[in-house]
């Protein structure tokens, strides 16, 4: 099933016509658990991986036996998936009581190269905003799953992209660690529903007149809402009003508001609403609602570096949920619609940035 984004509530661009210049197209993956074929775009899918061509390591030393065991991490998603809305059966808690973070793989050492795990497999063919070397088609994303690397201790990201006419022979079974530093460092198996929609640049990032413009349009939709709770308390409950208008009954007090409702502007954010959408995706803008923005410029030629790809905790944001897919609204609460991938990484997001100029230069990460 497709997905589609509501349109948004209001044309932001009509409002504030300055803003055309600060907009750009990202492709929501929107990732939804269930198998793929190494011939899809997915998330945690097997790979279109050439059965000659060695599978990428984990070559940095630390501790690379103990955590939690993926098998465990599976089974864990399945059992909690299949009693939502019920008790745990006896048998279910006793596999979920057995499943512990321990050192599960005593041999291997801290040195011994240790299998990345496939993240994810994105063709362009599926998603237009993914832009890679000249002629290549096919980008394949792996993590250490252990957030032990570099001064920050992130997750340590390799990126490939190829020609998947080239790919022959398909690598099968496919290698993966044994072992995970946390749960959420392990994303679930999805199938990807990619859809283009159009953003628009992070708040903080617009010129100051043109911020103190949009700050006084949501002071304004406040002021509105405000205007509509002073009438909500024109009903007494006795048919005497302690304002001008008053009425005789509450049905017709409750007819009223509900005209009322109907009249008033959504509760909008530009942030949260109108800007940057959430989940996974292909380019886009980067939010930066946790710091301050700060530079991701390419360390082999100073250029500036746009997000490739945006890991998220949710498919959800805003007060409203007005990014949540029209397909997914009467399962706005479900967790494998919310947090379909379940991976958490920083506080939730995180994003890969390559060079504009040579998308083979260093890629680099940032976190929010």
Request: glycine share 8%; net charge negative; hydrophobic share 35%.
């Amino acid at each position: 099933m497709s997905r589609t984004t509501p349109p948004r509530p209001v044309d932001i661009e009509a409002l504030f016509p300055a803003l055309a210049s600060h907009r750009r197209t990202t492709t929501r993956l929107h990732p939804r658990p269930g198998p793929a074929e190494p011939e899809e775009s997915s998330v945690a899918g097997p790979l279109l991986w050439p059965a000659d061509e060695p599978w990428p390591m984990c070559t940095a030393v630390h501790r690379k036996g103990r955590g939690h065991l993926l098998p465990d991490i599976r089974l864990r998603r399945r059992i909690e998936g299949e009693a939502r809305g019920r008790d745990f059966t006896v048998e279910e808690r006793r596999l979920l009581d057995g499943m512990t973070r321990g050192t599960h793989a005593p041999e291997l050492r801290d040195e011994e190269p240790l299998p990345m795990l496939a993240v994810a497999q994105l063709y362009t063919r599926d998603v237009p905003d993914l832009v890679g070397p000249e002629g290549h088609d096919l980008l394949q994303v792996f993590w250490c799953p252990f957030e032990v690397h570099g001064p920050n201790r992130t997750i340590d990201v390799t990126l490939r992209w190829r020609r998947s006419g080239d790919v022959g022979a398909v690598l099968a079974p496919q290698p993966e660690p044994p072992v995970a530093g946390r749960e959420e460092c392990v994303p679930t198996s999805c199938v990807v529903h990619p859809e283009q929609v159009v953003e628009h640049e992070y708040l903080g990032l617009l010129d100051e007149e043109l911020q103190e413009e949009i700050a006084a349009w949501e002071e304004g939709l406040l002021g509105e809402e405000d205007d509509d709770d002073e009438d909500d308390d024109q009903y007494d409950g006795d048919g005497v009003g302690d304002s001008s208008v008053s009425y005789a009954t509450y049905e017709e007090y409750e007819a009223a508001m509900a005209a009322a409702r109907a009249r008033e502007p959504e509760e909008l954010d530009y942030m949260s609403d109108l800007s940057i959408a959430p989940g996974w995706k292909v380019g886009g803008f980067a939010s930066w609602h946790l710091t301050d923005p700060g530079p991701v410029d390419c360390a082999a030629c100073g250029t500036p570096m746009p997000p490739l790809l945006t890991v998220d905790a949710t498919e959800r944001d805003g007060a409203s949920g007005s990014w949540l897919p029209r397909e997914d609204r009467d399962a706005a609460d479900d967790p494998g619609v919310v947090d379909p991938v379940g991976v958490h990484l920083g506080r939730g997001l995180m994003r890969v940035h390559t060079c504009p100029n040579d998308p083979t230069h260093p890629h680099r990460l940032s976190f929010q």
